[in-house]
């Protein structure tokens, strides 16, 4: 630009300057358009005798929930029945995902393996899940654990403690007694130490060379730690163990078959996806560097843990948490099978029951956008620190 | 490209603003030649398809009334199979404009979702199925059992109430869809499976072996069941209301399905003489023709009609009317309508 004459003329045609301009113009547009869409809503709204606002958070919900990890009853208010929702969806995504990413990496490592039959099983087990839907799949898993489980009064039984029928399994509960907490206390203090250890090693590895068997080590103090605290507090601990009252077992622990079939279901479903990241990860780490690797003697062991593990996390963790969080938002399938979930809970009976879906559904929308966004902050967190890891 | 912005923008501002007006679901509906009627997906003889797509039972006869008496004919109605959970929204927003799908007539249905009940089309109340084999013979021995229902529903609330009144515990197990339900019970994940005593002997037939199982006697709430429409549009909610009533003082004068047309050339009581739309200009009352209460009569039937059609002791569903709430007042029952004048 060589001329830096303020005419006007320049103003007007300054490209930037219009940029800003209409920038401004659509900003302002979209506010006028939500503010009428608020607006209009909420004069509909009233015309349909409609409810609205957010009271009927603190009135008793009246229903029954029949898993709950708080304490909840139908005096409870509706707030509680989201709460307790949430933590439903948060229980069943966090173990889908656990289960799906043991699965998912097996999977994806043995689909390239050398053996034959190993690789072909692998490849099936991927077209096969991949290519149902997943709610046909939830549906099968139910029914078929309803269909093979016997009734409560002819449970499996093992060790006279843990029972399995088509009301669930039922496992003793720990009791902590007096001196309980002590034993956590030593938990955590031996993974305090475990940490400082490794940290100590990799310092040590740095400086000399030489290395430390860190993770042995830690088993060793976690262990040890445990097993000494409960010799001093004179194992504080008892178990709560379910009997066999009425029509089912009292006591105890107890997994309702719906939460295992939709785990499994959606862990199942999701591991093919993994298991096709794992294997792209795995094939972009080109063969070089595991032949450089072999000729700076290091064993296979450490090739794959130092050299082809990092490199490939670097490529599988992105796609990997938009599996994750595919697998959270699936989880949403629960009502279908009576998982009581977030929004089998909230978005169905109390929804249903208050009739304010506008509320309802902004806060379940809200809760899914809070859950997809922590997952992919703490990916790229970890992603991030993979990469510190590149010299 | 701004430009390309700005006209989807206001493509989306003109939506919204559209939607925002609404005419009279009367005038809408005589514009385009018929009407949604919200009905279940699949509960016989109240609202159940048949394999070539016909639907019939006692709720769906309440549409084909609507149906004749706005246009002669009881088959100008498209029905959408709805659940539990979808039936309240799909009114509101429009998709449906009766909803005729046993749904319970309840205050706060009634005050704070936005609904117009219409009327009672049965009389019912929830009770309990259990398997014959279980020895259960009281819903007073349920305590700890796991109990099937459906999601949305008064069902659902009563329970609670239930076993809260009677100090006892349990286990819901609550799906969104009604097959899902009956299966579940049906594969033994439940001790009972509770819903309307109407819905229970309905969704009794959908069982591998139906005879296997026992309504316990216990009734444990009231389930008035009726069309609901959007509240805010009075004049249809009076259509729906007077050809429900219609059907019912129908069958109180006498006026029936079979006969309707021979006692109508004939009948010298001046209620019949009404009913057969030939005094009284009750038709221009509700913008409809004189015949409206005439055709609903003689091409659907009045209440007693429907009722042995689809639900009475004779069909597969098996409920005797006598000595139920839905026999006429003058039978003991509480069948009444208010007069048609
Ligand atoms: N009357 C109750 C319950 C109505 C209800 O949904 N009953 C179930 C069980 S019979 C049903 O109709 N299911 C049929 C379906 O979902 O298609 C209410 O209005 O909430």
Known sequence: ?391 | MIIRKLTILSAIISLFTVSAATAGTLDTVKGQGFFNCGVSQGVPGFSNPDSDGNWSGIDVDVCRAVSAAIFGTPDNVKYVPLTAKERFTALQSGEIDVLSRNTTWTLSRDAQIGLEFAGVNFYDGQGFMVRSDSGITSAMELDGASVCTNLGTTTELNMADFFRANGMSYEPVVFEKADEVVNAYDEGRCDTYTTDKSGLAAQRTKLADPDAHVVLPETISKEPLGPVVREGDGDWADIVRWSLNAMIEAEEFGLDKGSASSTCATTGNPVVARLCGKEGGNGAALNLGDSWSFDIISQVGNYGDIYEANVGASTPVGLARAGSPNASYKNGGVLYAPPAR
């Open chain 1, 1 to 391: 630009m060589q001329d830096r004459n303020l005419s006007l003329s320049n103003i007007l045609f300054n490209r930037s300057i219009q940029g800003i301009f209409y920038q401004i113009v659509t900003l302002g547009l979209v506010i006028l358009a939500i503010i009428y869409i608020v607006d209009n809503t909420a004069r509909n709204m009233v015309a349909r005798g409609l409810a609205s606002g957010f009271h009927f958070l603190g009135v008793e919900a009246q229903f029954d929930i029949q898993m709950t990890l708080i304490e909840y009853s139908p005096t409870s208010t509706y707030f509680d029945s989201f709460i307790v929702g949430l933590l439903n969806t948060l229980l069943v995504a966090g173990l889908g995902i656990f289960v799906a990413t043991i699965v998912g990496f097996a999977v994806g490592i043995a689909r390239l393996s050398p053996n034959w039959l190993i690789a072909k099983l692998a490849e099936a087990y991927i077209e096969i899940l991949r290519n149902i839907p997943l709610l046909l799949q939830i549906f099968f898993w139910y029914f078929a654990v309803l269909r093979a489980l016997p009734k409560p009064k002819q449970s499996l039984e093992f060790a006279d403690s843990f029972f399995l029928n088509n009301r669930g399994l039922f496992i003793p509960d720990p009791v902590f007694g007096e001196g309980g907490v002590l034993i956590l206390y030593s938990f955590i203090a031996a993974i305090l130490i475990s940490i400082g250890i490794a940290v100590w090693s990799k310092q040590r590895q740095n400086k000399t060379g030489q290395t430390f068997p860190v993770f042995y080590s830690s088993i060793g103090l976690l262990i040890s730690f445990v097993f000494l605290s409960m010799l001093a507090t004179g194992f504080p601990v008892t178990f709560d163990y379910p009997e066999l009252k009425g029509f089912n077992f009292k006591g105890g622990i107890k997994l309702i078959p719906e939460l295992v079939a939709l785990t499994f279901a959606l862990s199942m479903y999701t591991a093919s996806f993994i298991a096709e990241v794992v294997r792209a990860g795995i094939q972009a780490v080109s063969l070089g560097q595991t032949e450089a690797a072999r000729s700076l003697g290091l064993n296979p062991n450490q090739i794959l843990r130092l050299v082809i593990i990092p490199q490939a996390l670097r490529v599988i963790v992105p796609p990997l948490t938009n599996q994750y969080l595919n697998l959270t938002k699936n989880s949403s399938l629960a009502a279908a099978i009576a998982y009581p979930d977030l929004v089998l809970v909230f978005a169905g009976t109390a929804l249903m029951q208050t009739g304010q879906a506008i509320e309802i559904i902004g806060m379940v929308m809200g809760v899914y956008l809070f859950l997809s966004l922590m997952t992919s902050i703490i990916m790229n967190l970890f992603n991030r620190f993979m990469r510190v890891a590149e010299r």
